[in-house]
């Protein structure tokens, strides 16, 4: 009887977007319910200005790191097998510009919108990212592509 193969994807906990998304919704539900009223102490000039900047730079990063998965041919999906190790342009820099990315995007709505809230649950989701995502994506590309990620990894930070 054959052993049954592994799965050839990395068995991420739930899709980055809907992990963001939920704790944004999350912090927004509870801003709502519990507004806090933090943010009428800053001006709404200065607040649209850093959310701008944080939602620009994001939408900027993750084209960048999605255009060199497409151009890799690779399955941006976490939860469907990766064809081939990308390590060159914003990867020399961060493992995981994506998941940076979305840090960034939720950051900027959170502050766009005035919520402490949101805001406050980052640091929850980003937990959730990490040991239910970027840490499973990482066992199975080192399975995957053995000493070239070790290698890899070894110069190349995880964040930023």
Same mark, same amino acid.
Request: charged letters at 20%; one cysteine or more; hydrophobic letters at 50%.
């Given at each position: 009887? !054959?052993?049954?193969?592994?799965?050839?994807?990395?068995?991420?906990?739930?899709?980055?977007?809907? *992990?963001?998304? $939920?704790?944004?919704?999350?912090?927004?539900?509870?801003? /709502? #319910?519990? &507004? +806090?009223?933090?943010?009428? $102490?800053?001006?709404?000039?200065?607040?649209?200005?850093?959310?701008?900047?944080?939602?620009?730079?994001?939408?900027?990063? !993750?084209?960048?790191?999605?255009?060199?998965?497409?151009?890799?041919? $690779?399955?941006?999906? &976490? /939860?469907?097998? +990766? $064809?081939?190790?990308?390590?060159?342009?914003?990867?020399?820099? %961060?493992?995981? &510009?994506?998941?940076?990315?979305?840090?960034?995007?939720?950051?900027? #709505? !959170?502050?766009?919108?005035?919520? *402490?809230? !949101?805001? +406050?649950?980052? #640091? &929850?989701?980003?937990?959730?990212?990490?040991?239910?995502?970027?840490?499973?994506?990482?066992?199975?590309?080192?399975?995957?592509?053995?000493?070239?990620?070790? %290698?890899?990894? +070894?110069?190349?930070?995880? /964040?930023?």
């Amino acid at each position: 009887m !054959a052993e049954p193969e592994e799965p050839d994807h990395a068995g991420v906990f739930a899709p980055p977007p809907v *992990i963001f998304g $939920t704790g944004l919704a999350l912090g927004l539900a509870v801003d /709502w #319910i519990a &507004p +806090t009223g933090i943010w009428e $102490t800053v001006g709404r000039d200065l607040r649209i200005a850093l959310a701008s900047g944080l939602v620009i730079c994001s939408l900027g990063l !993750a084209a960048v790191a999605v255009f060199q998965f497409w151009r890799a041919k $690779t399955h941006l999906e &976490p /939860w469907k097998p +990766t $064809t081939a190790l990308i390590t060159g342009g914003i990867y020399r820099f %961060s493992r995981n &510009p994506i998941y940076l990315a979305l840090a960034l995007l939720y950051a900027g #709505i !959170a502050v766009a919108l005035a919520s *402490i809230w !949101a805001l +406050t649950l980052l #640091i &929850p989701v980003l937990l959730v990212m990490e040991f239910g995502v970027v840490r499973r994506e990482e066992r199975y590309l080192e399975a995957k592509f053995g000493e070239t990620y070790r %290698s890899y990894r +070894t110069r190349v930070r995880r /964040w930023i």
